[in-house]
């Protein structure tokens, strides 16, 4: 994957290996030759013809890896930053997602892709729900492959049921075209188990065992997905180690401890359940089942691809989570939980893990895949003093910090700039979508889907509010 071929040494950085035991080196060099990492040390020896990198006050850590996100709505990016779910599901379930064209996937998973490589994400899983034809999953690959990064594709269709898509002839014909023997990470089935106990899902579980591929679901979603799809898929044999549960936030321990049991883990996405409405971000919960645990931004449709926004809010949610129901208590939260050091490990081991992908990626270490991030930002007065390197990239550095990324050996962004990325072209591709949704659906639709109206607040009695405050007296009033 290597564009130059030459190898490229990091020199004298902090470096957060994330290997098991989540050594940290200071001053320390990465050598990376071909797509690996060759060595992690102070003071390497490089081949002649490699890259250097200067490293010195930054951070040097692993690529992060997005077990979720629906790429092809980056094109809307911001459109429904006051939403709730129920605005999301009549947008673009009912109404509005069928107007997507094949051009249109393609254009929200370009600037999509190219935002996470950006943002120091190497590996994103694109949850690709508007596959609404074959058409439009070759332009959702097409996208994902004609940039430098990691993309696992789930494959979906909100516009059917999964046990119709997955077993047309056409997706058949889509996966032996596009997945054997392509260029992506991974492959997914992306689809959610609703509770009827018919449970007519069960033909699209067979098709992935079928394929060996996993699944991935949004369970637990207020008002859309609950304990009933856990059981019926526990209870039909299909919770496996490979499945990824997204949200999973409304939920009871008994599908917890399924979860548990079967070896899952759990997609959390913590700005989009606390802003959506799914559910508490649930890693509270999960500490107390051991459910493994990784991150995701969800939709550029409210938020951004950023997975440092994703670390903050999980530390806050959590954190808030354990001191309101000690205060419920009258107790004092003296020690948290949840530490920067666990984030950290969930946006990158976490990640890799969810994926089946730990052997190749999470960690730089001799071996593994050349995903590499470099955090560093001379201009920033954010940059020092790093005494907790966990706690300084979960709560200090940003996407904005992100200087250096490396996919696989390759260099994709160097010194603050993304390289041979086309962004004037995936900006055009985008501007072309945005035309086409808000010629289709007229402009009052537009601009009432983007501004839901606000609900009335009571205003509560307070005995004092007859009191004023008269100047010229200098008194209050009665
Ligand atoms: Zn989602």
């Known amino acids: 994957m290597s564009a130059t071929d030459r190898p490229v040494v990091l020199r004298n950085g902090l470096v ?17 030759i071909g797509d690996r990492i060759a060595e992690v040390g102070v003071g390497l020896t490089a081949p002649d013809d490699a890259v250097e990198i200067d490293a010195t006050g930054g951070i040097v850590m692993p690529g992060m890896v997005d077990t979720h996100r629906h790429m092809w709505q980056t094109a809307m990016r911001g459109y429904g930053a006051d939403w709730t779910l129920t605005q999301y599901f009549i947008w673009y379930y009912l109404e509005s997602g069928k107007l997507f064209r094949p051009e249109d996937v393609y254009a929200g998973n370009l600037l999509a892709a190219i935002e996470a490589v950006d943002a120091g994400v190497t590996t994103t899983v694109d949850w690709s ?15 994902l492959e004609a940039v430098p990064g990691r993309f696992v594709l789930a494959y979906g269709n909100i516009q059917q049921g999964p046990w119709q898509w997955a077993t047309s002839p056409e997706f058949r014909d889509f996966h032996r075209r596009r997945v054997d023997g392509g260029k992506l990470a991974g492959f997914q089935l992306a689809f959610d188990v609703t509770g009827d106990p018919a449970f007519p899902e069960r033909a699209a579980f067979e098709v992935a065992r079928e ?53 899952g883990s759990v997609s959390v996405s913590t700005e989009s ?15 107390h089942h051991d459910i ?31 001191h309101l129901e000690a205060h419920a208590k009258q107790e004092t939260v003296t020690h ?3 530490r920067a050091e666990q984030v950290v490990e969930w946006a990158t081991r976490g990640g890799a893990r969810a994926l089946g992908m ?19 930002n001379d201009a920033s007065p954010v940059m020092f003093p790093i005494l907790n390197p966990h706690g300084h990239v979960a709560f200090q550095a940003q996407r904005g910090d992100v200087h250096t990324v490396l996919v696989g050996g390759r260099i994709v962004k160097q010194d603050g700039r993304l390289v041979d990325v086309d962004l004037a072209a995936a900006r055009a591709k985008v501007a072309a979508t945005v035309s086409h949704l808000r010629e289709t659906m007229g402009e009052q639709a537009w601009q009432r889907g983007m501004n839901p109206d606000i609900p009335e607040t009571d205003l509560l009695e307070n005995p004092y509010q007859y009191t004023e405050w008269d100047a010229g007296s200098a008194q209050w009033k009665h």
């Open 211 to 263: 394929l060996g591929v996993a699944v991935t679901t949004h369970a637990g979603v207020w008002g859309a997905t609950n304990d009933d799809g856990i059981r019926l898929m526990h209870e039909h044999g299909f919770m496996t180690p490979s499945t990824v549960y997204v949200h999973a936030s409304t939920l009871t321990h008994d599908s917890y401890n399924r979860i548990a049991a079967t070896g």
């Open 358 to 376: 730990d052997s190749a990626i999470g960690a730089v270490t001799p071996g593994r895949q050349a995903d590499i991030v470099l955090i560093k």
């Open 292 to 322: 493994p645990v990784s991150l995701s931004m969800d939709t550029s449709v409210w938020w951004s691809g950023d997975l440092f926004s994703a670390m903050r809010a999980t530390l806050g949610a959590d954190r808030s989570r354990e």
């Open 129 to 143: 729900h508007g596959l609404q034809t074959p058409d439009h999953a070759d332009a959702a690959v097409d996208a």
């Open 336 to 338: 948290c939980h949840l």
């Open 273 to 287: 359940e606390q802003s959506a409405g799914q559910g508490y971000p649930p890693t509270w919960q999960l500490r």
């Open 16 to 32: 957060l290996t994330m290997d098991d035991a989540h050594t940290v080196l200071s001053g320390a060099d990465v050598l990376v």
